[in-house]
């Protein structure tokens, strides 16, 4: 492999251990502000290098122009870069799997083609944003199209060697991912896929002719796809989709001691619950029963086990009990609720445990899960919005200093255009205004706090700050204003913080930002909304502390930019707020003063 892609991979991992630093809690204030300010610069300088050694290597290589030696390269690299769940860079791997596929197809170098149309469809898979119904799914159609491409070599079998005969049949397994599962057709569409690939996979025939192929991990890996039909379930008394995922619940549950060693990763800690809510949902059990066992599974998780498995066992399981306890009949939810309940405060203590200045993904995603879970039982639970940004510490100081600026600037407007506000939390009057601007000013706060949780969802498959971003990842992380707005409403915040998290980058004249195609902001929010979108430009542009993927502009160079575009992306009536030279000043003092106590308190280490 070039060297100049170990160096790659040297800076990747330099700024992945920069980005989430450790701190002692007696550590100096001076001395935790000019580390963190210090790895960003160094974070800095890693990403230009790696700006420039993937335009030499990838980005401006022409597919025609590659030699064999650069082949090699270029696929060990690649294959280095992607690990499924625990890539390196899959971000990166897409793109060098892209590359090599279109020299492959100019060579005509069908193993060639069939491994790197493998390579690409499941990078992108892992890279794509998916929401729980597949709403969204922005390259979910371009990932089945590079499968199912894969998949049709099949005709061609018995041609080629043993290793592609294995990309051909994981295309063929894998034919059915990113296929929407939420209504009854798509279910139906879903499986006639499946049974498709299965009839291929279990077929005599092909065992006979490559016995050695792992034909078990191939059939395991498809039933447990099937289980995520278990989402569906939950929602719609469907017999025959519960046969079918009953069916694939045992087969799982029959092979949960397959795997040893370094497969156990293909054994899921989910095993025997999958098997009772299967059960349940093909009425061979009660809810009471599905319950009983995710009590069982957590109980028996160390409450200090801070690994992937205990973080889903100790927070994920408990989301699926929220599910299956509403399904309870009365009686029993009344006998089991003191043991329900303190599962709950179970995971809220763990919550609160979790090793401080570790971003975990897994958390994130078992945290958003368990939100998700108690919307639908309608339990939801405000507070633990805060578990997800904390998740995050980047996102969290972030936030926090949104949240600050935003209410600086509508208590600005407050004294200055109090009629702007008509309309905002019921106020008919301009007086009305007056007498709640300090619950104006508080539900301005809260906006800006929770603007940015839908990056909890796109951080499970995008989060770097070592290179440039991808097209395909900027894509993929517009859709964080949408996730977050969902997140919000199942939190009770439909009318205030969804459309603040919603809206947060569209232009103030409608004409520019994300997410497109949706109606105009509400008039009821709207004014909150304008000094959200400047406090978040403003916050982002100017942080000197601990951005590390851009550097930070001067004050002044940035009110220059929003003054240049008032009326387009930004409100005139906030923008004019930054004409007032005494407002100015105090907005620079807080930026300074504030932002480093905010690192502070983020970081755990007292001034």
């Given at each position: 492999?070039?060297?100049?892609?170990?160096?790659?991979?040297e800076?990747?991992?330099?700024v992945?251990?920069?980005s989430q630093?450790?701190f002692?809690?007696?550590?100096?204030?001076?001395?935790?502000l000019?580390?963190i300010?210090?790895?960003?610069?160094?974070?800095?300088?890693?990403?230009?290098?790696?700006?420039?050694?993937?335009?030499?290597?990838?980005?401006r290589?022409a597919?025609?122009?590659?030699t064999?030696?650069?082949?090699?390269s270029?696929?060990?690299?690649?294959?280095k870069m992607?690990?499924?769940a625990?890539?390196?860079?899959?971000?990166?791997?897409?793109?060098?799997?892209?590359?090599?596929?279109?020299n492959?197809?100019l060579?005509?170098?069908?193993?060639?083609?069939?491994?790197?149309?493998?390579?690409?469809?499941v990078?992108?898979h892992?890279?794509?944003?998916?929401g729980?119904?597949?709403?969204?799914?922005p390259?979910g159609?371009?990932?089945r199209g590079l499968?199912?491409?894969?998949?049709?070599?099949?005709?061609?079998y018995?041609?080629?060697?043993?290793?592609?005969?294995?990309?051909?049949m994981?295309?063929?397994?894998?034919?059915?991912m990113?296929?929407?599962?939420s209504?009854?057709?798509e279910?139906t569409?879903?499986?006639?896929?499946?049974?498709?690939?299965?009839?291929?996979?279990?077929?005599?025939?092909y065992?006979r002719l490559?016995?050695?192929?792992p034909?078990?991990?191939?059939e395991?890996?498809?039933?447990?796809d099937?289980?995520?039909?278990?989402?569906?379930?939950?929602?719609?008394?469907d017999?025959v989709?519960?046969?079918?995922?009953m069916e694939?619940?045992?087969?799982?549950?029959?092979?949960?001691?397959?795997?040893?060693?370094?497969?156990a990763?293909?054994?899921?800690?989910?095993?025997?619950?999958?098997?009772?809510?299967a059960?349940?949902?093909?009425?061979?059990?009660?809810?009471?029963?599905?319950v009983?066992?995710?009590?069982?599974?957590?109980?028996h998780?160390?409450?200090?086990?801070?690994?992937?498995?205990?973080?889903?066992k100790?927070?994920?399981?408990v989301?699926?009990?929220?599910?299956?306890?509403?399904?309870m009949?009365?009686?029993?939810?009344?006998?089991?609720?003191?043991?329900?309940?303190?599962?709950?405060?179970?995971?809220?203590?763990y919550l609160?445990?979790?090793?401080?200045?570790?971003?975990?993904?897994?958390?994130?995603r078992?945290?958003?899960?368990?939100?998700e879970?108690?919307?639908?039982?309608?339990?939801?639970?405000r507070s633990?919005?805060?578990?997800?940004?904390v998740?995050h510490k980047p996102t969290?100081?972030?936030s926090?200093?949104?949240?600050?600026?935003?209410?600086?600037?509508?208590k600005?407007?407050l004294?200055?255009?109090?009629e702007?506000?008509?309309?905002?939390?019921?106020?008919?009057?301009?007086?009305?205004v007056?007498?709640?601007?300090?619950?104006i000013?508080e539900?301005?706060?809260?906006?800006g706090?929770?603007?940015?949780?839908?990056?909890s969802?796109v951080?499970?498959?995008i989060?770097?700050?070592?290179?440039?971003?991808?097209?395909?990842?900027?894509?993929?992380?517009?859709?964080?204003?949408?996730?977050?707005?969902?997140?919000l409403?199942?939190?009770g915040?439909?009318?205030?913080?969804?459309?603040a998290?919603?809206?947060?980058h569209?232009?103030y004249?409608?004409?520019?930002?994300y997410?497109?195609?949706?109606?105009?902001?509400p008039?009821g929010?709207?004014?909150?909304?304008?000094a959200l979108?400047?406090?978040?430009?403003?916050?982002a542009?100017?942080?000197?502390?601990?951005?590390?993927y851009?550097?930070?502009?001067?004050?002044?160079?940035?009110?220059?930019?929003?003054?240049?575009?008032?009326?387009?992306?930004?409100?005139?009536?906030?923008?004019a707020?930054?004409?007032?030279?005494?407002?100015?000043?105090?907005?620079?003092?807080?930026?300074?003063e504030?932002?480093?106590?905010?690192?502070?308190?983020?970081?755990?280490v007292?001034r």
């Amino acid at each position: 492999m070039d060297p100049r892609f170990e160096r790659y991979i040297e800076d990747l991992r330099t700024v992945r251990t920069l980005s989430q630093p450790k701190f002692s809690p007696d550590m100096k204030a001076k001395e935790l502000l000019e580390t963190i300010q210090s790895n960003a610069i160094r974070c800095f300088d890693c990403m230009k290098e790696n700006n420039a050694i993937l335009n030499e290597l990838v980005f401006r290589r022409a597919p025609a122009e590659l030699t064999s030696a650069e082949i090699a390269s270029l696929q060990e690299f690649a294959d280095k870069m992607f690990d499924y769940a625990s890539s390196e860079d899959c971000g990166i791997a897409y793109k060098v799997y892209s590359l090599l596929l279109e020299n492959a197809r100019l060579r005509g170098d069908k193993p060639a083609i069939v491994r790197y149309l493998y390579g690409k469809a499941v990078s992108l898979h892992y890279l794509n944003v998916r929401g729980r119904d597949y709403a969204i799914n922005p390259y979910g159609t371009q990932v089945r199209g590079l499968f199912q491409e894969g998949a049709g070599y099949i005709a061609e079998y018995e041609s080629f060697d043993k290793t592609t005969k294995g990309y051909i049949m994981r295309c063929l397994g894998n034919s059915r991912m990113s296929m929407p599962r939420s209504t009854s057709e798509e279910c139906t569409e879903y499986m006639k896929v499946f049974d498709k690939a299965m009839g291929i996979i279990t077929d005599p025939y092909y065992h006979r002719l490559d016995p050695d192929l792992p034909w078990g991990k191939f059939e395991y890996a498809m039933h447990m796809d099937r289980e995520t039909l278990l989402s569906y379930l939950r929602h719609h008394n469907d017999p025959v989709v519960a046969a079918r995922v009953m069916e694939s619940a045992e087969a799982i549950y029959r092979d949960r001691v397959l795997y040893k060693g370094e497969e156990a990763r293909l054994q899921n800690w989910r095993v025997s619950y999958l098997y009772k809510a299967a059960c349940f949902h093909a009425g061979r059990c009660t809810a009471r029963e599905v319950v009983e066992e995710l009590l069982d599974i957590i109980h028996h998780t160390d409450i200090q086990d801070y690994s992937d498995t205990g973080i889903n066992k100790n927070l994920t399981a408990v989301s699926y009990l929220v599910a299956y306890e509403v399904k309870m009949p009365p009686a029993d939810r009344r006998e089991m609720a003191c043991r329900t309940e303190e599962v709950m405060d179970r995971s809220l203590r763990y919550l609160d445990n979790v090793p401080q200045n570790r971003y975990s993904r897994v958390v994130s995603r078992a945290v958003r899960e368990l939100v998700e879970m108690q919307a639908e039982a309608g339990t939801a639970r405000r507070s633990l919005l805060n578990y997800i940004l904390v998740a995050h510490k980047p996102t969290y100081v972030h936030s926090m200093m949104v949240a600050g600026l935003t209410r600086m600037f509508v208590k600005q407007m407050l004294k200055k255009l109090p009629e702007r506000f008509v309309g905002v939390m019921g106020c008919k009057t301009v007086e009305e205004v007056r007498r709640s601007r300090i619950e104006i000013c508080e539900l301005a706060y809260e906006c800006g706090l929770y603007h940015d949780v839908g990056k909890s969802c796109v951080f499970l498959y995008i989060g770097n700050n070592y290179r440039r971003l991808l097209d395909e990842e900027f894509t993929c992380i517009q859709w964080h204003t949408v996730f977050g707005c969902e997140l919000l409403c199942n939190v009770g915040g439909k009318d205030d913080l969804a459309p603040a998290a919603l809206y947060h980058h569209t232009f103030y004249d409608g004409h520019g930002g994300y997410p497109k195609n949706y109606p105009p902001c509400p008039a009821g929010i709207k004014p909150i909304v304008d000094a959200l979108t400047v406090a978040d430009s403003l916050d982002a542009a100017t942080d000197n502390i601990g951005r590390c993927y851009t550097m930070a502009k001067p004050v002044d160079t940035l009110l220059g930019e929003f003054h240049a575009q008032r009326g387009t992306r930004y409100a005139p009536e906030v923008v004019a707020l930054l004409d007032d030279e005494e407002f100015c000043r105090d907005l620079k003092e807080t930026l300074d003063e504030t932002r480093k106590s905010v690192y502070l308190e983020v970081y755990h280490v007292k001034r």
